[in-house]
């Protein structure tokens, strides 16, 4: 099993900047690929990023498309998210989620593919 801990979130005027954290222990982190996904109020959970296990590959959603990146440091056993140009619609709890790469094929943004998921970080954007 893996852990997450999310963290970096927090209040931010709009235009501003953050960068979530997401720390995983347990099993080997290189063995995951990682993604964040987010929850806003009265919405259901959407894909916001993928990366694959080494770094090589990722995904973004189209709304965050130029605004986020995400990254990973695998000596470090951590994920990133950084947010730049952020707005209103940016509002929500973000989650960070690992997915096996021994399970089938990567589904980068089928949140069920997704076995583990940290508690989320608060993420508010005001105007």
């Known amino acids: 099993q893996v852990q997450l801990v999310e963290s970096g979130g927090g209040l931010v005027q709009a235009g501003g900047s953050l960068r979530l954290s997401c720390a995983a222990s347990g099993r080997t982190f290189s063995s995951y690929h990682m993604s964040w996904f987010r929850q806003a109020p009265g919405k259901e959970r959407e894909f916001v990023a993928a990366i694959s296990w080494n770094g090589g590959t990722t995904y973004y959603a189209d709304s965050v498309k130029g605004r986020f990146t995400i990254s990973r440091v695998n000596a470090k056993n951590t994920v990133y998210l950084q947010m730049n140009s952020l707005n209103s619609e940016d509002t929500a709890v973000y989650y960070c989620?690992?997915?096996?790469?021994?399970?089938?094929?990567?589904?980068?943004?089928?949140?069920?593919?997704?076995?583990?998921w940290g508690q989320g970080t608060q993420v508010t954007v005001s105007a």
């Open positions: 989620a690992a997915q096996s790469i021994y399970s089938a094929s990567w589904s980068y943004n089928a949140e069920s593919r997704y076995g583990y």
